[in-house]
């Protein structure tokens, strides 16, 4: 008669632990950078989504919106634009970007990497037009998001560094 033994020796499972170990350090960079792209690409998502709202605003209610981006605080909101300058405007909606780390905005010529900058939608659905640059450190894809003066729409386009 044979002796039959159930369950694992000390040595297998310490050679089971040791191959999951390893798994998981090569895998968990992959899925650091994975998250951190899929947060970007919301960031993106976030500012068309946005052009897009300010500019049916401006058709629905007649009246021209503001698309504004604080540059410094990373954050996007629109608002009805108002000429005169009293009292601050009413912010309808607003968003962080809170994973890109590097934003241009460049309209009428203008290149600007710092402070708060807008970019203006008329009841007409044209737009002053303009370009919106986003770019995360340490991945290699740029999108460029442009704005469309005649119709007011906005289209983005990848590329790498």
Known sequence: MSKTHDGFTLIELVVVLILIGISVALVAPTIAHSLGQAQFRKDIRSVSAMLTLARSQAITHKIPYAFSIDINERMIWINPYQQERGEPPKRITQSPLSHTDTLR?????RENTS??????????????????????????????????????????TRSLN
Do not use: C, D, W
């Open 105 to 109: 905005v460049t309209a009428q010529t």
């Open 115 to 156: 402070g708060t900058h807008t970019l203006m939608f008329y009841p007409n659905g044209s737009s002053g037009g303009g370009t919106i640059q986003m770019a995360r450190s340490g991945q290699e894809e740029t999108v460029e998001i442009k704005l469309n003066i005649v119709t007011g729409l906005a289209t983005s």
